[in-house]
């Protein structure tokens, strides 16, 4: 069998999401919101399901759906992108980054990567064959710097991977971020895979900085709908990038799914071209639930870490005075305070022990947010 998934357990999130239910716990791990997001959405897909057909659309995404992505990242980010040829429709954000590291990587390519990063692209670049090159990033900036690019760039780098707003870590790379980056991309002629799918949950007025806004030859965005609409079930992703990248990855693309359920399309397509107003308020409504959480842990003594953006809010246990793994105190919480929350060494190769950070997601009701606390402070007494 293949090494790398040999090699592999169960995703953190499976895990964790399965003690909860077990255990009967409140579920602040995985990142998912407790109740569907846009009800208009969803109604133009049940529409379109009984309606239109439900035969395979086009490989590269339907019409009315491309067309709707160049549109809405125009009007929201300035992007200047053509629905025939700058944009790709897939199965979720991660087909979109699978399809965008088969599509590029060979054999002994090294990959920049930045720890702590999302659990998928490790296995998915070394499944290409790719090597990773980890940047470690630290609390609570998470930033890079010249000194570790330059440690990390060399002749044989073919891309990197970046996530911006970040999960874990929430931050959001900064326009001098990206130009710092730019100029090590560009001399080394390599790309960046972007993975921007919290463009959306960006919060206290900050403004998302897409790769195309930087790179437009040599970036590839990677979008998502499910996080947009807060329809996570619903796995329709969008990749956004010059002509001859969009072409090379759609190869890779008609292997992996082929294509996406044309309902869901017209649903996605629909929604995209909703007001403003719309977007700003689920938005708003997700600051408020980050607040809840964030002043509740504060007024029990917990430190926060800074959240610019995603559905997540990290708690600095060593900072807060909790002197323990981030694993060690998840799986107590889970089992003894009835809490369920994600360790962030789960986002670290090794040596992520000593990262005492726990994630915990907030797109919930109030409710489920005060039970959360109120487990979240039997989980500090256990300590
Ligand atoms: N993106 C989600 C998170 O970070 C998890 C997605 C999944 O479970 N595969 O929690």
Redesign the pocket.
Known sequence: MNPVYSALGT?I??TM?GLATQLGAVNL????PETDGFPEVRREAARALMEASNQYPPMKGMPVLLGAVAEFYGRRQGLNLEAAHNVLITSGA?EAIAAAIFALISEGDEVIVFEPM???YKPLIERAGGVCVSVRLSPPDWRFDEAMLTAAFTPRTKAVMITTPN??TTRMLSREDWDLLAGFVTAHEAYVISDE?WEETVFDGREHISVLNVLPDQGIKIGSAG?IFAL?GWKVGFVCAAAPLITQIAKAHQFLTFTTPPALQAGVAFGLGLADSRFIEARNALQASRDFLRDGLEAAGFVTLPADG???LNIDLKGSGIAVSASDFALRAVHEAGVAT?PMDAFCSEGGASMSVV?L?FCKSDATLQRGLEGLIRARALF
């Open positions: 995703t999130f499976t999401s791990g995985q990142g998912f991660t999302y659990d998928a999960n874990p799918v996080k996570t995603t559905y997540f994600i994630r997601c």
